[in-house]
C-alpha cells in the first residue's frame, strides 16, 4: 500500500532554512506515471502549491512563483525519497506542510498525501 | 487567474443529503476533484474528474459539473463525515496551472 512518510524539524528560526523529507512506500520516486508534490496550508493562504518534481526520461522541478528563489527540491532514488528545502524562512512560511502524489491515470488529481509536518518559524 | 469559490460553511442532519459546490467560470470545461480533510488529518481524495470515486471511498459521495458550478453530494450523512471539503481544478492561467478552492466546512447536527 502506498504510504508517503515525512520528516523533518517542526521549529525553524527566521532566516533560516527549512528541510522536510517525503519518503515514499509502496511506489518509486522515478515513476514516469506520477508527479511528487510539496503543497502547504495556513489559514491566510489555503491550500498553496510550491512545488514538485519528477521523471520523465530526465528530472524535472517546478517552482511556485511565490516561492521561487528560495525553494529547492532534490530526489534520492537510492532512499526512494523527495525533500524540500526552503531559504530564508519568514513567519510567513508557518504552516502545514504536505507531500502528495499527483497522479495521471486519476487525471492529474492528488490521490495519496503524507500526513503532514506542523511547521513554526519563530525565534 | 482562475477562481474557485466555495461557500465556508454547510450545516446538515445526519442520514440527510449534504450538497458542496464550486463555482468558478465555464467551469463544465475543466475535470473537478474533491478532497476531504478532516480535523488534525491530511486532505483525502473523494472525488475526481467531475464524477468518479478512488478506491474505498463510498458510494455515498458523488459529484456532478455543469455551467459554472461543480457539485460534491454526500448521502445518507455520518458524523464521520464532518470535515472541510475542497475542490479543485487545473487551469492554464493560473500559476503552474493549480487552483484549490476555500473549502467549506461540513458540520453534521
Known amino acids: 500500500q502506498l504510504q508517503l512518510q515525512q520528516s523533518g524539524p517542526g521549529l525553524v528560526k527566521p532566516s533560516q532554512n527549512l528541510s522536510l523529507t517525503c519518503t515514499i512506500s509502496?511506489?518509486?520516486?522515478?515513476?514516469?506515471?506520477?508527479?511528487w508534490n510539496w503543497i502547504r496550508q495556513s489559514p491566510s493562504r489555503g491550500l498553496e502549491w510550491l512545488g514538485r518534481?519528477?521523471?520523465?526520461?530526465?528530472?524535472?522541478?517546478d517552482y511556485a512563483v511565490s516561492v521561487q528563489g528560495r525553494i529547492t527540491i532534490t530526489t534520492d532514488t537510492s532512499k526512494n525519497q523527495f525533500s524540500l528545502q526552503l531559504d530564508s524562512v519568514t513567519p510567513e512560511d508557518t504552516g502545514l506542510y504536505y507531500c502528495?502524489?499527483?497522479?495521471?491515470?486519476?487525471?492529474?488529481?492528488?490521490?495519496?498525501w503524507g500526513p503532514g509536518t506542523p511547521v513554526t518559524i519563530s525565534s | 487567474s482562475y477562481v474557485l469559490t466555495q461557500p465556508p460553511s454547510v450545516s446538515v442532519a445526519p442520514r440527510q443529503t449534504a450538497t458542496f459546490t464550486c463555482g468558478g467560470d465555464?467551469?463544465?470545461?475543466?475535470?473537478v476533484h474533491w478532497y476531504q480533510q478532516k480535523p488534525g488529518q491530511a486532505p483525502v481524495l473523494v472525488v475526481y474528474d467531475d464524477d468518479d470515486r478512488p478506491s474505498g471511498i463510498p458510494e455515498r459521495f458523488s459529484g456532478s459539473n455543469s455551467g459554472n458550478t461543480a457539485t460534491l453530494t454526500i448521502s445518507r450523512v455520518e458524523a464521520g463525515d464532518e470535515a472541510d471539503y475542497f475542490c479543485?481544478?487545473?487551469?492554464?492561467?493560473?500559476?503552474?496551472?493549480?487552483?484549490f478552492g476555500g473549502g467549506t466546512k461540513l458540520t453534521v447536527l
Open positions: 479543485q481544478v487545473w487551469d492554464s492561467s493560473s500559476d503552474h496551472r493549480l487552483v
Open positions: 518534481t519528477y521523471y520523465r526520461s530526465k528530472w524535472h522541478t
Open positions: 502528495a502524489r499527483r497522479n495521471t491515470f486519476m487525471h492529474d488529481s492528488f490521490d495519496v
Open positions: 509502496g511506489d518509486s520516486v522515478a515513476n514516469s506515471d506520477v508527479v
Open positions: 465555464n467551469i463544465e470545461t475543466k475535470s
